[in-house]
């Protein structure tokens, strides 16, 4: 269910898109503003997926106050006047309110809004499957599982060889990151290994050759692989 807000300088109007919000089952109105400076530093401590956005604000426009936010969150702007709609399609905004505006108008926005928002985390749901975001001493990577050749531990931090590129090590311990990945692509074979079973090139004497690279196999690991291989092969 997407977390709503909306900012008008009307507490009226305000009043009137929360019971609209109320009355549609895809939406949770989380708090109205008058004034935007309140608003900014709600959205920046609380995640929200849409905002109700009035142009016409006292202390700085509805454009303006969206163009500073941290983030972006769904936009429809609701007002009085038509000349900002070209600055709304600039801005993507979902939908164009003009006041007075109906129930019913109000509901087609809003089912505009929930699409959009279904699809967005549809796509974000399959992205998490291709891609890791992990910590390094420098930041956040994010790493394509697809070019994973195998992964390797090091005390407190893995080291992951990628197809390709320079290793990465990251601040992960080997459960961890075996919990964020694909686990019908990769296998634990080894206390200190993690791989990636479509990279196996060959499998001779408890050592599993990858990219040049021969990896042990853990003698707890061993029956695993084997029913994995058996089963994926």
């Given at each position: 269910m997407m977390k709503a807000v909306a900012?008008?300088?009307?507490p009226l109007a305000l009043g009137l898109i929360e019971t609209f919000c109320k009355n549609n089952n895809s939406v949770l109105f989380?708090?109205?503003?008058?004034?935007?400076?309140?608003?900014?530093?709600?959205i920046e401590?609380?995640?929200i997926?849409?905002?109700?956005?009035?142009?016409?604000?006292p202390a700085v426009s509805g454009i303006d106050f969206y163009r500073s936010l941290p983030y972006?969150?769904?936009?429809?702007?609701?007002?009085?006047?038509?000349?900002?709609?070209?600055e709304s399609y600039e801005l993507n905004?979902?939908?164009?309110?003009?006041k007075p505006f109906t129930p019913k108008r109000f509901e087609t926005a809003l089912n505009k809004a929930t699409q959009l928002y279904k699809l967005i985390h549809q796509s974000a749901a399959a992205d998490d499957v291709k891609y890791l975001m992990l910590k390094a001493d420098y930041g956040v990577i994010k790493i394509k599982q697809?070019?994973?050749l195998f992964i390797e531990g090091l005390d407190n931090y893995l080291k992951i060889h990628l197809l390709g590129q320079s290793?990465?090590?990251v601040r992960i311990t080997m459960k961890a990151l075996l919990d964020k990945l694909n686990t019908t692509e990769f296998i634990r074979v080894h206390r200190s290994y993690i791989i990636p079973i479509h990279r196996i090139e060959s499998v001779k004497q408890k050592l599993i050759s990858i990219a040049g690279e021969e990896i042990p196999i853990g003698k707890n690991y061993e029956e695993a692989l084997k029913n994995y291989i058996k089963d994926n092969l």
């Open positions: 900012v008008d300088d009307e989380e708090k109205g503003f008058t004034k935007t400076a309140a608003a900014f530093t709600f401590k609380n995640p997926d849409l905002i109700f956005l009035d142009i016409n604000m972006k969150p769904l936009l429809i702007f609701t007002t009085s006047y038509t000349e900002y709609a070209i905004a979902v939908d164009y309110l003009l697809s070019e994973i290793p990465v090590v």
